[in-house]
């Protein structure tokens, strides 16, 4: 039994229930396409802040396993992992919560695009790096022609000036034996990533009886470190006068000056950019640099003891200091502005006021 209704009047409910339906599928494409842009953004963090090789899912697996199992007999690269999944849980706070209430579907759909977003990320800053550490090299050794900022073709060790940064610091590249040895590739000279490149010691000079002293610090790296503000800010940013610090995001920016994976990915990158290498890729004949990445990091967090660790908190310091500037807004405490001018000139003023009032 049924009710008779108008053949129009159930077009125009059928037409108004399928518009509904339509309405819900952009509202989903919409959702969906938020959820993509913001993941894929959020991801860029990752080789930057993170770590600049470990798939997402090993350094989740890795914190898994933990939460199972002992970690009494982790292993170093075990011990990596799960110092990675702690820098990863500390930039992106929302993702382990998150991770907690997805299906594995859902999971692997999201981990997919923050691995677009890093894997972008680090295309953009090797590229960025690629071009200024040739401007750099040109201002500082002044090679004879000078380096292309658009061809990588004659860099590495076939260019005398990047060959010097690149040589292994326990030899002199200025000994003809030496240049020779590594340009033919001999077993005698193997450049490989257990030897710390010339750019990264001061004076561009290793002291083989202290290997710490100077490493990291030098004039390419203090060059260089304005390129952290590239890879965080702007490639302009990379130009400002160093130790003038740049505004408003300093408090910020220091703190992400001093993080381990940040000083690793700098020297990395410079590395590959001072190389003849055209594309991104962990082998560069006999050099790791993902090894290398690694031996960076383990100075940083795999400290021996108290004074090697104090030594490496005093040297994040100088470089916040010489990236970010000299800014200490921080320590202004009340009794420190209370003799600065401003306050001190507000005091003379009420002086001033007091003694005309007593005068009267």
């Known amino acids: 039994m049924r009710v008779p209704t108008s053949p129009s009047a159930r077009a125009k409910r059928q037409i108004a229930t399928l518009m509904e339906e339509v309405e819900v599928l952009k509202q989903d494409k919409a959702t969906k396409k938020r959820k993509t842009t913001f993941y894929v953004s959020q991801g860029r963090a990752i080789r930057r802040m993170v770590d600049l090789y470990a798939p997402i899912e ?21 011990d990596r992992l799960q110092r990675g999944y702690i820098e990863l849980a500390k930039a992106l706070s929302w993702l ?39 401007s750099w090299v040109n201002i500082e050794c002044c090679p004879t022609p000078l380096i292309r900022t658009d061809d990588k073709h004659h860099r590495g060790f ?4 990047c060959g010097k940064l690149l040589c292994p610091a326990e030899w002199r590249w200025e000994d003809p034996v030496v240049k020779a040895g ?14 710390w490149p010339s750019f990264m010691y001061e004076n561009y000079e290793a002291d083989t009886k202290n290997l710490e002293r100077g490493l990291f610090k030098s004039k390419l790296l203090l060059i260089t470190l304005q390129g952290l503000k590239a890879i965080f800010t702007s490639p302009s940013s990379a ?28 020297k990395t990158c ?17 050099f790791d640099y993902h090894i290398f990445w690694n031996n960076v990091v383990d100075f940083f967090e795999d400290a021996p003891g108290p004074a090697a660790r104090a030594r490496v908190n005093k040297l994040l310091e100088w470089w916040t200091r010489k990236v970010f500037g ?13 003799h600065m001018s401003v306050s001190t000139l507000a005091t003379q003023r009420q002086q001033m006021e007091d003694a005309e009032l007593d005068s009267d």
Not at 158 to 161: H, K, M, T, Y
Not at 326 to 338: G, K
């Open 239 to 266: 130009h400002e006068v160093d130790g003038e610090g740049d505004g408003a995001d300093i408090i910020e920016n220091n703190r992400r000056a001093r993080k381990r994976s940040d000083q690793a990915k700098v």
């Open 96 to 134: 382990h919560d998150k991770l907690a209430g997805l299906d594995h579907e859902e999971s692997d759909d999201m981990l997919k695009k923050l691995k677009r977003g890093a894997d972008s990320a680090r295309g953009d800053d090797t590229g960025t790096l690629k071009e200024l550490v040739a």
């Open 182 to 195: 590594i340009r033919d590739r001999t077993t005698a000279f193997i450049v490989s990533e257990n030897s």
């Open 326 to 338: 000299r800014n200490h807004r921080q320590d202004l405490t009340a009794d420190i502005v209370s």
């Open 158 to 161: 076939v260019s005398d000036a």
């Open 58 to 78: 090993d350094l989740i697996a890795e914190n898994d396993r933990r939460c199972e199992e002992s970690d009494k007999d982790a292993t170093p690269e075990q």
């Open 270 to 286: 410079i590395r590959f950019a001072l190389s003849n290498l055209t594309s991104w890729r962990t082998v560069d004949g006999d």
